[in-house]
């Protein structure tokens, strides 16, 4: 028969048959049954909790074997995988030079679109993400008293947006916009989109509704400052970009206010805000709307300079090859002069008024009294900005909307 004894489940210690409390330290006791080969054994009472403690570590090493034979699965399938992958590449990369060597294909112009391809896939995914971000804010910042079709409104033109949608897209926003005017986020997409399209009026309306919603990107300062000259508020565009330059650097912000300037015909203020234009954003742009202030100032060879470089940086710039030939018959070199107004004549630029000028003087051997340069009416009331020049103004929302875009991303 197995011997029965009591024992202390703290310290261990034997007590007598019967008794409810350890003798040594108080702990009530438990009743631990010890076989009859145990009395001829050391060492081999074990406590019901070390019994426990071993169970759980065996538990948790079994569960780590199969964790590690499943992670070891998975490598070795990524390893095939890889292995595949390496296999098809090189297949491929056989073909192609069987192809070229054969003359059926042109390997670099492969590349090239392969390059474009991928390109394109990683523009995608980021405008994907953005617009998924741009949901998340919009929907956050709502306030309207109808937010179950607030909601649904913002996410149909969020998925027309991914769908390439736009103007159905846009639409659906404002309708949004109709359940929420106060929402700043949706103001101020709304803003800078009609701004992209050149549609001042209604740019000019959600970019105020944006401000007054306390809207804290400069985005709406900046665009506010073009949008208000284009439309005539001299004053308040002044003050806008005046504003925005406090807050960092821009090409476009010191082209507004040159160009602003140049319509008063404010010439040397004008220089000084071009000149830092240039140091912005060295561009074909900025050497042209320089040289053309000096050419008003009459210092025709620096003129010469600035819009040679502004030739060289881009041969296709026929509005500047205009400027270039004007300034050389100024200055006496009519040779070059000729030459250069030849190549505007025959040009297929689509503002036939540079051509029509360009032969008029090209036959006559004169300069007219006044010289159209940087498309500025001193007598205009709208267009102050971006107006007259097409190539300009394309490059003004380009800079405005892509700086704007990069600090909502930084």
Same mark, same amino acid.
């Given at each position: 028969?197995?011997?029965?004894?009591?024992?202390?489940?703290?310290?261990?210690?034997?007590?007598?048959?019967?008794?409810?409390?350890?003798?040594?330290?108080?702990?009530?006791?438990?009743?631990?049954?010890?076989?009859?080969?145990?009395?001829?054994?050391?060492?081999?009472?074990?406590?019901?909790?070390?019994?426990?403690?071993?169970?759980?570590?065996?538990?948790?090493?079994?569960?780590?074997?199969?964790?590690?034979?499943?992670?070891?699965?998975?490598?070795?399938?990524?390893?095939?995988?890889?292995?595949?992958?390496?296999?098809?590449?090189?297949?491929?990369?056989?073909?192609?030079?069987?192809?070229?060597?054969?003359?059926?294909?042109?390997?670099?112009?492969?590349?090239?679109?392969?390059?474009?391809?991928?390109?394109?896939?990683?523009?995608?995914?980021?405008?994907?993400?953005?617009?998924?971000?741009?949901?998340?804010?919009?929907?956050?910042?709502?306030?309207?008293?109808?937010?179950?079709?607030?909601?649904?409104?913002?996410?149909?033109?969020?998925?027309?947006?991914?769908?390439?949608?736009?103007?159905? =897209?846009?639409?659906? *926003? !404002? &309708? #949004?916009? +109709?359940?929420?005017? @106060?929402?700043?986020?949706?103001?101020?997409? /709304? %803003?800078?989109?009609?701004?992209?399209?050149?549609?001042?009026?209604? =740019?000019?309306?959600? *970019? !105020? &509704? #944006?401000? +007054?919603?306390?809207? @804290?990107?400069?985005?709406?300062?900046?665009? /506010? %400052?073009?949008?208000?000259?284009?439309?005539?508020?001299?004053?308040? =565009?002044?003050?806008? *970009?005046?504003?925005?330059?406090?807050?960092?650097?821009?090409?476009?912000?010191?082209?507004?206010?040159?160009?602003?300037?140049?319509?008063?015909?404010?010439?040397?203020?004008?220089?000084?805000?071009?000149?830092?234009?240039?140091?912005?954003?060295?561009?074909?742009?900025?050497?042209?709307?320089?040289?053309?202030?000096?050419?008003?100032?009459?210092?025709?060879?620096?003129?010469?300079?600035?819009?040679?470089?502004?030739?060289?940086?881009?041969?296709?710039?026929?509005?500047?090859?205009?400027?270039?030939?004007?300034?050389?018959?100024?200055?006496?070199?009519?040779?070059?002069?000729?030459?250069?107004?030849?190549?505007?004549?025959?040009?297929?630029?689509?503002?036939?008024?540079?051509?029509?000028?360009?032969?008029?003087?090209?036959?006559?051997?004169?300069?007219?009294?006044?010289?159209?340069?940087?498309?500025?009416?001193?007598?205009?009331?709208?267009?102050?900005?971006?107006?007259?020049?097409?190539?300009?103004?394309?490059?003004?929302?380009?800079?405005?909307?892509?700086?704007?875009?990069?600090?909502?991303?930084?």
């Amino acid at each position: 028969m197995p011997s029965v004894q009591h024992y202390c489940q703290k310290c261990l210690a034997a007590n007598p048959l019967g008794q409810e409390l350890c003798a040594r330290c108080g702990t009530r006791l438990m009743l631990v049954v010890e076989p009859p080969a145990a009395r001829f054994e050391e060492g081999t009472l074990v406590a019901s909790h070390e019994e426990h403690l071993l169970e759980r570590i065996s538990a948790i090493e079994n569960r780590l074997l199969r964790l590690t034979d499943k992670l070891e699965q998975t490598l070795n399938l990524m390893l095939k995988q890889a292995r595949n992958a390496y296999v098809d590449h090189a297949l491929i990369d056989s073909l192609i030079d069987v192809l070229n060597e054969a003359g059926s294909l042109d390997a670099v112009k492969l590349n090239k679109i392969w390059r474009e391809r991928c390109q394109q896939d990683t523009a995608e995914k980021e405008e994907t993400a953005h617009l998924d971000q741009l949901r998340s804010k919009i929907l956050a910042a709502n306030r309207g008293v109808e937010p179950v079709a607030f909601e649904r409104l913002v996410s149909e033109a969020i998925d027309l947006l991914k769908e390439k949608e736009i103007e159905k =897209a846009v639409r659906t *926003l !404002e &309708r #949004a916009a +109709a359940f929420d005017p @106060k929402n700043a986020t949706l103001n101020a997409f /709304l %803003g800078e989109h009609f701004f992209e399209k050149g549609q001042n009026t209604l =740019a000019k309306d959600y *970019l !105020e &509704r #944006a401000r +007054a919603a306390g809207w @804290k990107s400069e985005s709406v300062r900046l665009l /506010l %400052g073009i949008v208000c000259g284009d439309m005539g508020e001299v004053e308040r =565009a002044r003050e806008l *970009l005046k504003d925005s330059l406090n807050r960092g650097e821009s090409f476009f912000a010191h082209y507004g206010l040159g160009k602003l300037f140049a319509a008063e015909e404010k010439w040397a203020e004008a220089l000084k805000e071009f000149k830092a234009a240039l140091a912005a954003r060295p561009s074909p742009e900025a050497h042209y709307v320089l040289g053309c202030v000096y050419f008003k100032l009459g210092r025709d060879r620096v003129a010469v300079r600035h819009l040679r470089k502004a030739i060289e940086l881009d041969q296709s710039y026929v509005v500047a090859r205009y400027a270039l030939g004007v300034a050389l018959m100024r200055s006496g070199e009519t040779v070059e002069a000729r030459a250069a107004l030849q190549a505007v004549s025959i040009s297929d630029l689509d503002e036939p008024h540079y051509r029509a000028s360009a032969r008029r003087i090209v036959r006559s051997g004169k300069l007219p009294a006044n010289p159209k340069l940087l498309e500025i009416n001193r007598y205009a009331k709208k267009g102050l900005i971006t107006g007259g020049d097409k190539r300009l103004a394309q490059i003004v929302r380009q800079d405005a909307l892509g700086l704007i875009r990069a600090r909502s991303t930084s």
